[in-house]
């Protein structure tokens, strides 16, 4: 498999539920981000891995926790989320945290909260 | 603040030429990309520009002028695949990634 993979690709949970998104990148890259896109809005940068470690942290609520094992995957693992927090999931990877380079993005997970 | 505007919805008929514009107020500037976003799909590169000028990739041409904060991508000979969304984002001077929500494209027979 190539490219960027992500599951699940939907996903209903309530608010009580944990559930964890899955994000796997077969590019050989070294920096991984968490994105989320509202409907008509714009795409919001929630977390960022370059070499494993987690350079940031855009002020996202506690109830959305990342974890990077290696520098392939990554997972977003979710508890007692809010309506307000259904949208899709974009994981992306580029080769660094160059901010120059093309990052290369997953197929998104869409996350429905009751 | 920093913001990224692009229209929210175009509709251009196949075979035709469409301009999609961006305008961007940043704190700084260090370039700007062009993404394709089919429904249900992976957001997909398509440009990046930091000089002025025009450069052309095929069907698709992205323009930019810093001195007016404004870009375009030029899409000739539309095709129906390439009805998707078209995202706009500014790099800012602290190498953030300012994105737009998108222009929808529709292209119609």
């Known amino acids: 498999e190539t490219g960027v993979t992500q599951t699940p690709r939907h996903l209903v949970m309530g608010m009580t539920n944990k559930k964890s998104l899955k994000c796997e990148q077969h590019l050989g890259h070294n920096a991984m981000y968490w994105y989320k896109q509202s409907a008509k809005k714009p795409l919001e940068l929630m977390f960022v891995?370059?070499?494993?470690?987690?350079?940031e942290n855009n002020s996202v609520p506690s109830r959305f926790s990342p974890e990077c094992p290696n520098s392939s995957h990554l997972f977003l693992h979710l508890h007692t989320l809010q309506p307000e927090d259904s949208a899709l999931y974009l994981c992306?990877?580029?080769?660094?945290?160059?901010?120059?380079?093309?990052?290369?993005f997953g197929p998104g997970t869409r996350l429905t909260v009751l | 603040g920093q913001n990224i505007d692009q229209p929210t919805e175009m509709t251009a008929t196949e075979g035709a030429i469409v301009q999609i514009n961006c305008t961007y107020q940043?704190?700084?500037?260090?370039?700007l990309f062009w993404y394709q976003q089919h429904a249900g799909e992976a957001p997909t590169f398509l440009s990046y520009?930091?000089l002025d000028g025009l450069e052309e990739k095929g069907r698709f041409s992205s323009f930019l002028s810093r001195s007016k904060g404004y870009s375009y991508l030029l899409l000739k000979e539309l095709q129906m695949k390439d009805s998707a969304s078209y995202l706009c984002a500014a790099l800012d001077s602290n190498y953030q990634l300012i994105w737009g929500a998108g222009t929808k494209l529709i292209i119609k027979p």
């Open positions: 520009n930091v």
């Open positions: 891995y370059n070499f494993k470690e987690q350079t």
């Open positions: 992306a990877s580029s080769q660094d945290r160059d901010p120059y380079n093309e990052q290369f």
């Open positions: 940043t704190s700084g500037f260090n370039g």
